[in-house]
């Protein structure tokens, strides 16, 4: 299984970016996607995640400002980013989780750098 990221990238404060997740490979259905993001210093968190029934799930900090999205058929989920600032400053990763026959399996993406600059 692979996650490539894309989308990530340099913006001013205040604005937008959209994150792109595409999963490949052997993928079990039904599963989770999520985005979690790494900023220097700090430990890996959770930003938002999409269930396989549908349930969305988001980080208090980005309430109201980001909204994730998954497409089932093509494996895909994005992150659409918007008020952006410099505390979101990270780098963002894919993830895609299934549980099969009493395991887990959690695959990641090479992760992608957004800088939110003034």
């Known amino acids: 299984v692979q996650l490539v990221e894309s989308g990530g990238g340099l913006v001013q404060t205040g604005g937008s970016l959209r994150l792109e997740c595409a999963a490949s490979g052997s993928i079990f259905s039904p599963n989770n996607m999520g985005w979690y993001r790494q900023a220097p210093g700090k430990q890996r968190e959770r930003v938002a995640r999409i269930l396989a029934d549908g349930t969305i799930n988001y980080a208090d900090s980005v309430k109201g400002r980001f909204t994730i999205s998954r497409d089932n058929a093509k494996n895909t989920a994005d992150l659409q980013m918007n008020s952006l600032s410099d505390e979101d400053t990270a780098v963002y990763y894919c993830?895609?989780?299934?549980?099969?026959?009493?395991?887990?399996?959690?695959?990641w993406g090479q992760g992608t750098q957004v800088t939110v600059s003034s």
């Open positions: 993830n895609l989780h299934w549980r099969c026959c009493g395991l887990d399996y959690e695959y």
